[in-house]
């Protein structure tokens, strides 16, 4: 029999490739009804900023979470992680940019506005933002309309300025000024755990699950966001930029304060493990079913890349 | 009785008054279900690139085609010109930054990244553009889950690499290397006809209109974005920075080619007669309630400021 951790490894990567197929489908040179043109180094950086071979986290939970409910939804969780994956890779170009993290590598690859230019890495950010939208709406995406209002009003409420953008500015902020321990804990919900939130919620939502399910797959979400993002900082304190295949050591030289480094490792080794026993037990009603998502909890713990 | 040129500018200066009323309301420091918080600075660098007190011509465009079906639809498409015109507000914001047009001015203001920071701007455009999306899905949207579907995808394909931020990213293009006739005509179909289209079309989409009402509208709205690209080419030409309260002559002195640039200012205003006829022509199904509509296109084909 497949371990759990196996079995999790190879879903990982399974649903990664079938993301990226589907991303490189949507964004081929070919044009969607009510399209007027794509402009070809504009959608050459979309591709440079989603087709990188990342692990597709979100995506995995969405999908993940829908199949908590049964085996119908693989198509339609597909489309939806593809499209918050798009809101994720966008926030990433955005982010990358000189005005704000000035970064020039992304997983070993030059960011998109050093492969390009500034001007087309905002495009390009806009671009795959509105595309997000695009994929959840389109008549490939087999929901109800009811199903597809919802995931768009929750998406765009986890992407704006209430959820990961407002978490950005937050986290501009907080280089001029370090926040609190409660400041830190909005700034990394909003940035980090609102897009983490939704992909779980998203998945019981293409499922049409009830109400109680629903809030079970958020507050799921919630943790392991709040895991994800000590581990984030754990990762930051300790690794160094091969192993990232990014800069490091960033946040601290920035003065930014982090929960690690205000609680020390120790204090975020022991809040990890609590933080995968809760996940654990908010999927409990789900029993075997469970498997994969507690799984992915320790993996996010876990993670040291 | 009131003088259909009167009449228009009535409802034009009320429509723009509703809508900065709705756009106001929306971006209040009040989170929605879902959101965590708006924090300060970044809201109010978005109330800036909004609240301008612009003329509001494109959420006009949308409650005044749903008009033509009846009064019933006031509401609703009130709401889905407010998304429109968070969307035209974004591309102006993220048109504005350095890295793009570089300007320090519009409409007499400061440009939000010159009134704030150039992260904050990028990040207030991002707020916006996901804003739109969210004002349609909203439940305070009262229209059925598949117009809201219908509505989503429609604006993103308008909105995307398919629509205005390809046609922009044509447009920097454009500064490298003079397009032709045929390319100008595309560049300004996807960077200023795609809105305008989506706007008229989503009147119709909003009244649950036929195919062929749908149709027409789209073509109304194609006929009038030519009209107000080529108006906007001739004022680039013929204006001062003091009327326009941005800078002018800017498309000239880049050395972008326009059409009237190719082709005269005489045959321009030809041009712009003809369109304002076929304008008038495909509203003729609508009888009397068209009439606002044709004035719409006059006004836009002799708008000089």
Known sequence: MTSPSALFRQRLQSNAAAVEATLAALLSGNT????????ERLLSAVR???????????????????????DGFAAPA?????????IHCYSLVHDDLPAMDDDNLRRGQPTVHIAYDEATAILAGDSLLTLAFDIVAAPETMLADRIKTALVLAL?????????????ALDLAAEQKAPDAEGIVTLQAMKTGALIRFACEAGAIVADADVEARSLLQRYGET????????????DLTSDAATMGKATGKDAARGKGTLVALNGQDWAEERLNALVGEAEALLAPFG?????????????ANRRS
Do not use: S, W, Y
């Not at 900023?49 to 199949?67: D, H, Q, S, W």
């Not at 075997?288 to 996010?300: D, K, P, S, Y």
């Open 32 to 39: 969607e009804a009510g399209e007027i043109a794509r402009p």
């Open 48 to 70: 440079h900023g989603v087709l990188n071979g990342g692990k597709r986290l979100r995506p995995f939970l969405v999908m993940e979470a829908a199949a908590l409910f049964g």
């Open 78 to 86: 597909l489309r939806v992680g593809a499209a918050l994956e798009c």
């Open 156 to 168: 765009a409420r986890a992407a704006g300025i209430g959820g990961m953008a407002g978490g950005q």
């Open 224 to 235: 392991i966001g709040l895991a994800f993002q000590l581990a984030d900082d754990l990762l």
């Open 288 to 300: 075997e079913r469970g498997a994969i998502l507690v799984e992915t909890a320790r993996f996010v």
